[in-house]
């Protein structure tokens, strides 16, 4: 079974940091694209951040550079985002997406095929 399983998401408040984790599984993870979106209530699903199939390549929306960073380990499958200086309007649902590509594919969410459950990060005031 194909599948990304996302972890990591909480309450926190504006400032702190959190770490999300997601490990894929059926699928040749190494060799393909990996991002993070995220929705929040009413809003469409946004592209934060997504790598490379080697990680040498990483891009972020305008509004998390600086704060987010992406990262992966082919050799457990896993892809993370660290999130540092949180603020309230973070908050919102984050999906591990996998572009079963290892071409570079835009940060926008039609061009991703594999998608995890989501986990929710909520960031107070």
């Known amino acids: 079974q194909v599948q990304l399983v996302e972890s990591g998401g909480g309450s926190v408040q504006a400032g702190e940091s959190v770490r999300l984790s997601c490990t894929g599984s059926?699928?040749?993870?190494?060799?393909?694209?990996m991002g993070w979106f995220r929705q929040a209530p009413g809003k469409e699903r946004e592209g934060v951040s997504e790598i490379s199939w080697s990680g040498g390549t990483r891009d972020y929306a305008n509004s998390v550079k600086g704060r987010f960073t992406i990262s992966r380990d082919n050799a457990k499958n896993t892809v993370y985002l660290q999130m540092n200086s949180l603020k309230p309007e973070d908050t919102a649902m984050y999906y591990c997406?996998?572009?079963?590509?290892?071409?570079?594919?835009?940060?926008?969410?039609?061009?991703?095929?594999?998608w995890g459950q989501g986990t929710q990060v909520t960031v107070s005031s």
């Open positions: 997406a996998g572009a079963l590509t290892s071409a570079a594919v835009p940060l926008d969410k039609q061009w991703w095929k594999l």
């Open positions: 059926g699928l040749t993870f190494a060799d393909d694209a």
